[in-house]
């Protein structure tokens, strides 16, 4: 059976994008942020994942408002970025996983999540930016499979809903019969705010709060409303949505292998975590 | 844990049913801006760009004030009108800044404060 071997959370702005594109990296400004890849890269290296679910949200490439699902899966052979309007420029293809797909498709609707099934759908930046930072904006070494959240047009689901949707993924991948190693992304956050009178709005302790209950705590996460969310961590902070999944989507106890937190990276507040599998050693040494 | 019910957040837009029908041609204006050609049709001629797409008074005039408020009150999603922006050349710092009435230097030094606490 397929193995999940863990998560890594990460923020996906474009302006990282930008900075990548520029090799910025090592500036003061981008510095203290990007630094904090440098383990999660090792980890990856150790860990081998050769399969990634990555659960982002769409900003307007994918869908518009005639159409916008709470839950859409990626079920393609490939996935495509394309021109998002305001000059990052556009990536090769990402190798998809089909038979993953369909396989967490069918379950997933067999719990009641009654997701809409994609083959074809254009991944912006918040799922090309994750992947060009931990793997390397043209290497294509780990299959992918898309799950995108609504957090563009209200209602969005809610918390305790992302954390079981995340729940139900595990059960599915951990029950699809071949040897993949899966790492789940959760793409996104922290906290920070776009548009209205309180644009700039960045909450650290929050942040912080989030950071350490996901490791094994989530459930006291999920009993925040979506209205709490953005009240505290701002109207694109909700983005932490995708962490719930992701963090759902590995069963049982994790370790916290890494964090990283800096702010402000363009106008959020910057964060990586890589949460191990417990028991995860066990496995490393069967593949031996 | 769950601490508030009021669903009002000062300072914030939730964008619900009632704002994505009223900007639902200006969001649909801004979603055509992932095309380059339509970025360079809006460039040439605004106001016949607007036109096609059906926007009210009160949105075109917000297009032409570049006003990111006006447009959100009209019923723009910000993730949309980020992309009209882009065609200015405009960051969401230059947005955050307008919106919050300051220069981008004083948002920026904003941020750097963690600021809008």
Redesign the interface.
Known sequence: MATIVGAIATSHIPAIGRAMERNLENEPYWKPFFDGYAPVRRWIQDVEPDVAVVVYNDHGLNFFLDKMPTFAVGAAPEYHNADEGWGLSVTPPYPGFPELSWHLIESLVSEAFDITMCQEVLVDHGFTVPLSLLWGRESRSVRTLPVCINTVQFPYPSPARCLMLGRAMARAIESFDDDSRVVILGTGGLSHQLEGKRAGFLNPDFDRLCMNKIVNEPDELARYSVQDLIRFCGSQGVEFLNWLVMRGAVPGAVEEKHRNYHVPISNTAGATMILEKCGEALFASERG | ???????S?????????EL?LKG?AL??M??S????AN?EAFRRDEESYCRKFGLTDTQRNAIRSRN??QL?EAGG???????W???FGL???D??AQ??GMSVEE??E???H????
């Open positions: 844990m769950r601490v508030q019910h009021d669903d957040i000062p300072g914030t837009v939730i964008f619900g049913g994505a639902y969001n649909k801004c979603f801006f992932n095309d380059r970025r990111v408020l959100l999603n910000i993730y949309y009108l980020a992309k922006a882009g065609i960051t969401v710092q947005i955050g919106q919050r948002f920026a904003m941020l750097r963690a600021g809008g606490q």
